[in-house]
């Protein structure tokens, strides 16, 4: 009997930090699958022509367009992508692509640029049916490739 209760209790010890690792395994798989696809410069690597289809809703308008990057988003003339949003900055956003991945990246507007609701703080990725809010507008991205 006592043998059986020593076994026991040695299984339930082994139980317990068999559950404890598990439970530290998934949180670590849980962090990592929640990073956000942000690159550090150093990783991004030499430009590669790519293309970005946007369709784009402003003031009730809709129009479909393709860029290639580098490109710039904003009120200004300049830019290749010309929004009148009072709410868009003069120069809003910076998309480029670098290794076959298109980024894009706020530059410093009054309104932020947001990719799928959440504030772009730095250079991030965008893929095919991405949401980018700049102002009032709303760019969506239906396809990004080579080209």
């Keep these: 009997m006592t043998v059986t209760?020593?076994?026991?209790?040695?299984?339930?010890r082994q139980m317990r930090i068999g559950s404890l690792e598990m439970t530290a395994?998934?949180?670590i798989v849980a962090v990592l699958a929640a990073r956000p696809?942000?690159?550090?410069?150093?990783?991004?690597g030499a430009l590669s022509p790519m293309q970005v289809d946007f369709e784009v809703f402003?003031?009730?308008?809709?129009?479909?367009?393709?860029?290639?990057?580098p490109f710039e988003?904003?009120?200004?003339?300049?830019?290749e992508l010309v929004l009148r949003d009072p709410e868009v900055s003069r120069r809003h956003a910076?998309?480029?692509?670098?290794?076959?991945?298109?980024?894009?990246?706020d530059l410093k507007s009054r309104n932020g640029t947001f990719l799928n609701g959440r504030r772009v703080a730095e250079?991030?990725?965008?893929?095919?049916g991405d949401e980018i809010d700049v102002g009032t507008t709303r760019l969506v991205v239906t396809g990004v490739r080579a080209g």
Excluded: C, M, W
């Design 73 to 79: 988003v904003g009120r200004d003339k300049a830019a």
């Design 58 to 69: 402003e003031r009730g308008d809709h129009r479909t367009l393709r860029l290639r990057p």
């Design 25 to 27: 395994a998934l949180a």
């Design 37 to 44: 696809r942000v690159r550090a410069a150093s990783e991004i």
């Design 94 to 105: 910076h998309f480029e692509s670098q290794q076959g991945v298109v980024y894009v990246n």
């Design 123 to 128: 250079a991030i990725e965008i893929r095919s």
């Design 5 to 12: 209760l020593a076994a026991t209790a040695e299984f339930a």
